[in-house]
């Protein structure tokens, strides 16, 4: 059976940090490009950052760039995101996803998904 168990989310004040993390079974994350996304109610899915399968490429959103941190363990099977320096507007319901070998922008080109993590970030 293939799952991409989230786990991490949860309360936070301004400028704190959280580490989410999303562990593939079923499946390898060998050969996948590996993305985060987010969603607040009411706006589209965006992604947040992804990692190419070579791990040479790395993309993140702008708002978050120098702030958030990707990256894969790939004998655990496993994708982080460190958030440092959250905000407010980070505030949003973060899903992991995989898909074979590249990044892509469109989250309909990834294959699995994660069940979502809820980061609330407030004072």
């Known amino acids: 059976q293939v799952q991409f168990v989230e786990s991490g989310g949860g309360l936070v004040q301004p400028g704190g940090s959280l580490r989410l993390s999303c562990t593939a079974s079923?499946?390898?994350?060998?050969?996948?490009?590996l993305g985060w996304f987010r969603q607040t109610p009411g706006k589209e899915r965006e992604g947040v950052s992804c990692i190419n399968s070579n791990d040479e490429t790395i993309y993140y959103l702008d708002p978050v760039k120098g702030r958030f941190t990707i990256s894969r363990d790939n004998a655990k099977n496993t994708v982080y995101l460190q958030m440092n320096s959250l905000k407010p507007e980070d505030t949003a319901v973060y899903y992991c996803a995989a898909r074979s070998l590249f990044c892509h922008s469109a989250r309909h080109e990834y294959d699995y998904w994660g069940q979502g993590t809820q980061v609330t970030v407030s004072s």
């Open positions: 079923g499946f390898s994350l060998d050969y996948h490009a």
